[in-house]
T-cell receptor, first 109, second 113 residues
Framework: EAAVTQSPRNKVTVTGGNVTLSCRQT?????MYWYRQDTGHGLRLIHY???????QIGDVPDGYKATRTTQEDFFLLLELASPSQTSLYFC????????FGHGTKLSVL | GEQVEQLPSILRVQEGSSASINCTYE??????FPWYKQEPGENPKLIID?????ERKQTQGLIVLLDKKAKRFSLHITDTQPGDSAMYFC????????????FGAGTRLKVIA
């Protein structure tokens, strides 16, 4: 099974803070994704990418930037964090089947 | 439209009975439909999937049905056990081009012993 590793596992920041969530996959998948999970909304797509240097806009992109620096690495950036961005964030990679990381729990106070 | 609607949001069943979860999608180009199970504190894991060239797929105690005309697909868990208690998510994807997955809001299944 593909390995998708997220860091950090937990993060607390304050409103207006700058946060970077990291994701690395080791199975050479082309596609990588960032989702947020909130009760009642399921998994909502923030951004995704089909290769280094590529970025596609997801369904809930406002307030988020992302960058795919290599085939393996995909970063999610919150430059001015807000309490509405408190959520559980999942990174995933895909060879058609999605493989998820273990998530990052972000709290914005 | 690319939304996926999933019902019910909460499902309680007796151990040994069947559980059914239904999803509808809007994008007629969708051609791949996976189901994910998520246990508390864990990440979602793929349990079964179906492609648009099939109407039914079965593996172990899971059955998925796909009705392309109605843009509806469903998961049926037979002979439920307490270990089946979890969140279940359906998703739809167009796997030619951009591989964008859209998820339903999830079903919390509770199997009562």
């Amino acid at each position: 099974e593909a390995a998708v590793t997220q860091s950090p596992r937990n993060k607390v920041t304050v409103t207006g803070g700058n946060v970077t969530l990291s994701c690395r996959q080791t199975n050479s998948h082309n596609y990588m994704y960032w989702y947020r999970q909130d009760t009642g909304h399921g998994l909502r797509l923030i951004h995704y990418s089909y290769g280094a240097g590529n970025l596609q806009i997801g369904d809930v992109p406002d307030g988020y930037k992302a960058t795919r620096t290599t085939q393996e690495d995909f970063f999610l950036l919150l430059e001015l964090a807000s309490p509405s961005q408190t959520s559980l964030y999942f990174c995933a990679s895909s060879d058609e089947r999605l493989f998820f990381g273990h998530g990052t729990k972000l709290s914005v106070l | 439209g690319e939304q996926v609607e999933q019902l019910p949001s909460i499902l309680r069943v007796q151990e040994g009975s069947s559980a059914s979860i239904n999803c509808t999608y809007e994008n007629s180009a969708s051609n791949y439909f996976p189901w994910y199970k998520q246990e508390p504190g864990e990440n979602p894991k793929l349990i079964i999937d179906i492609r648009s060239n099939m109407e039914r797929k079965q593996t172990q105690g899971l059955i998925v049905l796909l009705d392309k005309k109605a843009k509806r697909f469903s998961l049926h868990i037979t002979d439920t056990q307490p270990g089946d208690s979890a969140m279940y998510f359906c998703a739809a994807s167009v796997n030619t081009g951009n591989y964008k997955y859209v998820f339903g809001a999830g079903t919390r299944l509770k199997v009562i012993a």
